[in-house]
């Protein structure tokens, strides 16, 4: 039956039509994006899984980055232990020298001191973006890895990286000195305070137990222009209610001798602690203090090595056995954290990879497929028109009839 309304042979030609122009649409989105996922509404599950495992990709980035600094933080440090060890090997040369008797144990007094101050040095640069692992106490953590688990919570893991204190004592101006009252300023850098002085101006300087207390062997030292005082705490001092009045007055007492234009006064009943410097010269000053807490380090030691008599050449020989198995040690720890490091960042790349390419496994399209459907659906949709514009022209048939 052919009708005239309704011509149902064009309807079946025009949705076939549309199909294939729909399909042939997603073809060509897929080549123009490479992927035959690109958004929620193509596949919410395989889209939701793959956006979830890219912002994990992100996130090893980050864990990455942790690493690397971490690497090489440790790094530094582990290459410090060695230089410090080696300078040990040295300064025990000197002091093997010292055991004989015609030696200059002088000058291999100041060789040993040159070395000491050599490791001082190398400690207190040790650092890495202001990290220093081989200097003070205490531990570090490094972001390693985020871990998600069954039920899609997500953790981070760490490395704990301990310090191995290579420092002859900790340094820290800002719990020792403050700043009392007077015309001048007073200004703490790491280790020191400085006070500039101007001509007939006074400053008070307060000198208070720090945050480790007082110990055998502290020094507190004030440095007025270009020459020092220095007063080292007995073990009698340290354990004293007053230690503050001690170091105040041997403090005071060192200053005088200098011969400096600056006067120093003390009344331990006004304030205990307080010096009060008085620059009686014509010219500014400049007032510098440091505090070295003595023993705290891991090579405390070193401050006691005097090669200058046999007796202190045959004791310095134990105690230099013991500073180089201190940093033969330092450097082990730090050689071992440093491989893990390396090895988490080899895994967290390859880890990375294996990741980025199951995404691309789920939303990626297959190119070869997708370029020989996308020729199949060019002919089907030539096909299709032809097929649509055949079924148009049967309603004109029936104009035969009418003749």
Do not use: C, H
Not at 100 to 121: F, T, Y
Not at 226 to 247: G, H, K, P, R
């Amino acid at each position: 039956m052919t009708s005239l309304l309704t011509n149902n042979g064009a309807m079946v030609a025009l949705q076939t039509l549309k199909s294939v122009n729909k399909s042939l649409s997603e073809t060509q989105g897929q080549i123009s994006t490479g992927k035959k996922v690109d958004n929620a509404k193509q596949n919410a599950a395989v889209w939701a899984i793959s956006k979830t495992m890219e912002s994990d990709v992100n996130g090893f980035k980050s864990v990455q980055e942790s690493l690397a600094l971490g690497e090489s933080t440790v790094a530094v440090a582990r290459q410090a232990t060695e230089t410090v060890t080696d300078l040990l090997g040295q300064m025990k040369e000197r002091i093997v020298s010292a055991q004989g008797d015609n030696v200059d144990r002088a000058k291999l007094q100041a060789e040993v001191n040159e070395l000491r101050d050599q490791i001082g040095s190398v400690v207190g640069a040790a650092q890495f973006n202001g990290l220093n692992l081989v200097s003070g106490t205490g531990s570090t953590e490094i972001l390693s890895s985020l871990d998600r688990d069954n039920n899609g919570n997500v953790n981070s893991s760490t490395i704990t990286v301990d310090f191995q204190d290579l420092s002859s004592g900790n340094y820290d101006a800002n719990d020792v000195f403050a700043a009392g009252g007077g015309s001048a300023t007073i200004s703490t850098n790491g280790d020191t305070f400085v006070a500039s002085l101007d001509a007939g101006a006074q400053e008070s300087i307060l000198i208070q137990e720090g945050a480790d207390g007082w110990n055998e062997g502290d020094t507190v030292s004030i440095t007025i222009g270009d020459q020092t005082a220095s007063y080292t705490l007995t073990a009698e001092d340290a354990a004293s209610t007053t230690a503050e009045d001690i170091v105040a007055v041997g403090l005071k007492s060192a200053i005088e001798s200098l011969g400096t234009g600056v006067t120093v006064d003390y009344d331990s009943g006004t304030n205990p602690g307080e010096l009060l410097f008085d620059n009686t010269g014509t010219e500014d000053v400049s007032i510098t203090g440091s505090w070295k807490n003595a023993g705290s380090g891991g090579l405390a030691a070193l401050a006691n090595i005097d090669v200058s008599t046999l007796a202190g050449a045959q004791s310095a020989l134990g105690a230099i056995e013991g500073l180089i198995d201190t940093t033969i040690d330092a450097a082990a720890a730090f050689g071992t954290v440093e491989s893990r490091i390396s090895t988490q960042n080899d895994f967290m790349s390859k880890l990375s990879d294996s990741v980025k390419s199951g995404i691309g496994s789920l939303v990626d399209a297959d190119m070869e497929e997708t370029s020989a459907r996308l020729q199949a659906l060019q002919v089907q949709q030539q096909l299709a028109t032809q097929s649509l514009s055949i079924a148009n022209q049967g309603p004109q048939q029936l104009l035969s009839l009418f003749r």
